[in-house]
């Protein structure tokens, strides 16, 4: 009984150490999308730099050590560069896939595909 107890503990530990990464990153790409626009960039140059930023691993970047980028998928909203002047806003939502941090089955408890969004004004 104590063994399933303190599995089932480390099992959340590391479920919500994950989970708090990423909505951390989730803010960070918005903030860096809400100042990062510029004219001189075609759209998807401009996505893939946001993109890069949110991927890029620390020390350098943002993404922490226990998220593999490339099970993180990075959405951006609008898509389109030109749309997001000024007073918009602008949406980042990351779905990354969680199945190797599950180790102890919960049933439906905890999501195998987590998201977050985060929604930020253009300066």
Do not use: C
């Not at 960070?28 to 998807?44: F, H, I, L, M």
């Amino acid at each position: 009984m104590f063994l399933t107890l303190l599995l089932g503990m480390l099992q959340f530990g590391i479920y919500l150490s994950v989970t708090n990464s990423l909505w951390n990153l989730s803010r960070e790409g918005a903030r860096y999308a809400s100042v990062q626009r510029s004219d001189s960039v075609t759209a998807s140059d401009n996505n893939t730099n946001i993109e890069n930023h949110v991927k890029k691993p620390a020390p350098d970047g943002m993404l922490p050590p226990n998220i593999d980028p490339n099970k993180l998928t990075v959405d951006i909203s609008p898509a389109s560069a030109t749309a997001r002047s000024k007073g918009t806003e602008v949406k980042i939502t990351l779905t990354y896939d969680m199945s190797d941090k599950i180790f102890v089955p919960m049933g439906n408890l905890l999501n195998k595909k987590y998201t977050t969004t985060t929604t930020m004004m253009v300066e």
